[in-house]
């Protein structure tokens, strides 16, 4: 059974840092691309980082953009978040999905054909 497990999620004040791990059981990360996605309350869930299966990638969210780094460890069937500067407006459900080889251009939920069941992050103080 093709199965996607996120870990990592917590509480956490301004200005901290968390690592997300999105863990595959039932087939092997080799060849699909990676998304991470985050959905906050009443917010549509979106798209904030992807990384293909050669290693290649990129972000959806530009307010992520030298906070957040997407990484894999094709070894150990992982992909990771890195998430570094935490804002309160990145606190929401992260999500990471998986889709064949190449990251969606556009960052869509719907682009994506297999999902993890979520980790909380919340960022206060």
């Known amino acids: 059974q093709l199965q996607l497990v996120e870990s990592g999620g917590g509480l956490v004040q301004p200005g901290g840092s968390l690592r997300l791990s999105c863990a595959a059981s039932g087939f092997t990360l080799d060849n699909y691309a990676i998304g991470w996605f985050r959905q906050a309350p009443g917010k549509d869930r979106e798209g904030v980082s992807c990384i293909r299966s050669r290693g290649v990638s990129t972000n959806y969210l530009d307010s992520v953009e030298g906070r957040f780094t997407i990484s894999r460890d094709n070894a150990k069937n992982t992909v990771y978040l890195q998430m570094n500067s935490l804002k309160p407006e990145d606190t929401a459900v992260y999500y990471c999905?998986?889709?064949?080889?190449?990251?969606?251009?556009?960052?869509?939920?719907?682009?994506?054909?297999?999902w993890g069941q979520g980790t909380q992050v919340t960022v206060s103080s």
């Open positions: 999905a998986a889709r064949v080889t190449y990251c969606s251009y556009s960052g869509r939920p719907a682009d994506y054909t297999y």
